[in-house]
Nanobody, 131 residues
Framework: QVQLVESGGGSVQEGGSLRLSCAATGYTNSPNYMGWFRQAPGKEREGVACISTHTGSTYYASSEQQGRFIISQNNANNTVFLQMNRLTTEDTAMYYC???????????????????????WGQGTQVTVYS
C-alpha cells in the first residue's frame, strides 16, 4: 500500500525558511512525478511545485515561487523535499505531498490541484508564517 508522509512543517517568522520532506513508501516502481500542493483556510488547494522523478525536471506554479522555493528529491528512497525561503504570511497553509504516474505537474503549472482521488496524497504538514 502506497503511503506518503510529510514532515518539516512548523511556525516561522516572516522572512524565514523551512524545509519540507515527503517520503513515499509502498511503491514497487518509483512514481513518475511527485509534487507539493497547499491549501490555506477558506481557499482551494493549489499547486506549488512538482518534479519528474526520472529526469529531475522541476516545475513551479509561478515564477515568484520558483524564486523562493526549491523542489528536490532523493531517488534512492522516493523522498521529495521543498525548500522554502523568504516566507511570507501568505505562505501559511497546509502543505500536501502527492505522487502520480502522469499529469501531476500539469496541475501544478496551472496553479491548481487534482481531485484527491488522483494519485496518492499525504496527510499534510502545517506551515504557519507569522509577522
Amino acid at each position: 500500500q502506497v503511503q506518503l508522509v510529510e514532515s518539516g512543517g512548523g511556525s516561522v517568522q516572516e522572512g524565514g525558511s523551512l524545509r519540507l520532506s515527503c517520503a513515499a513508501t509502498g511503491y514497487t516502481n518509483s512514481p513518475n512525478y511527485m509534487g507539493w500542493f497547499r491549501q490555506a483556510p477558506g481557499k482551494e488547494r493549489e499547486g506549488v511545485a512538482c518534479i519528474s522523478t526520472h529526469t529531475g525536471s522541476t516545475y513551479y506554479a509561478s515564477s515568484e515561487q520558483q524564486g523562493r522555493f526549491i523542489i528536490s528529491q532523493n531517488n534512492a528512497n522516493n523522498t521529495v523535499f521543498l525548500q522554502m525561503n523568504r516566507l511570507t504570511t501568505e505562505d501559511t497553509a497546509m502543505y500536501y505531498c502527492a505522487s502520480a504516474n502522469y499529469g501531476l505537474c500539469t496541475w501544478v503549472l496551472r496553479g491548481a490541484a487534482p481531485p484527491v482521488d488522483f494519485g496518492h496524497w499525504g496527510q499534510g504538514t502545517q506551515v504557519t508564517v507569522y509577522s
